[in-house]
């Protein structure tokens, strides 16, 4: 994400709100990323649209299991810090711009943040009891807590949870929506990086206010 392609993306915001994806109860919701505004639960209409069309193509017995959508810009930034600090312990000798570049790899810049336009979501599978299935490693790992088991095509897992992998990618990207390979579980439409691995010309979501 600090690649300077994807901050170079022109936006041309096109005002879809922000909706509570817990309506109609349709998607299966978690609640480990909960935040004090509720504003997890959130995503732009277009991007709920398009789960809504994922779940639909996937084998009988599974669903998407919703974890985090919309990121207000302030808890995006607490995140960005607190895992750059991370790595500045890790890496007491390396410039900040080297910090920088490689806390990006796993949390986006709060400037160019796919959560914080409304348009990226965390989410994985599970069965038709609600039980979440294995893909690897647990949401939200590290490349340096799972040995870069959290990368998309990563090898160090096992067959089933590849399988599940392949599962889950492909009826998201038959959705519409594009992955950001350090963590599986991370999937857009809509926002800057989107438009980069699409070739679409600008992006279709910029920043988005809570209140939205």
Known sequence: MSDPKVAAVPVQECGERLVDVRHGGTLLVDTRAQDTEDAFVRLREGVLERLLHAQTLLPDGLRLLFVEGYRPPWLQRGYFEE?????????????????????????????????????????????????????????????????????????????????????????????????????????????RYWALATGAPHALYGKAESGW
């Open 83 to 191: 895992y750059e600090g991370q790595l500045r312990a890790i890496h007491p000798t390396w410039p900040a711009e080297r910090l920088h570049a490689a806390a990006s790899r796993y949390v986006s810049p709060p400037e160019i943040a796919p959560h914080s336009a409304g348009s990226a979501v965390d989410l994985t599978l599970a069965d038709a009891d609600g039980r979440e299935l294995d893909l690897g490693t647990r949401m939200n790992a590290s490349p340096e807590e799972s040995e870069g088991a959290c990368y998309t095509d990563a090898g160090n897992i096992t067959p089933g949870a590849r399988r599940n992998r392949e599962i889950l990618g492909t009826a998201l990207r038959d959705a519409g929506l594009v992955n950001y390979p350090t963590e599986w579980w991370h999937w857009s439409y809509g926002d």
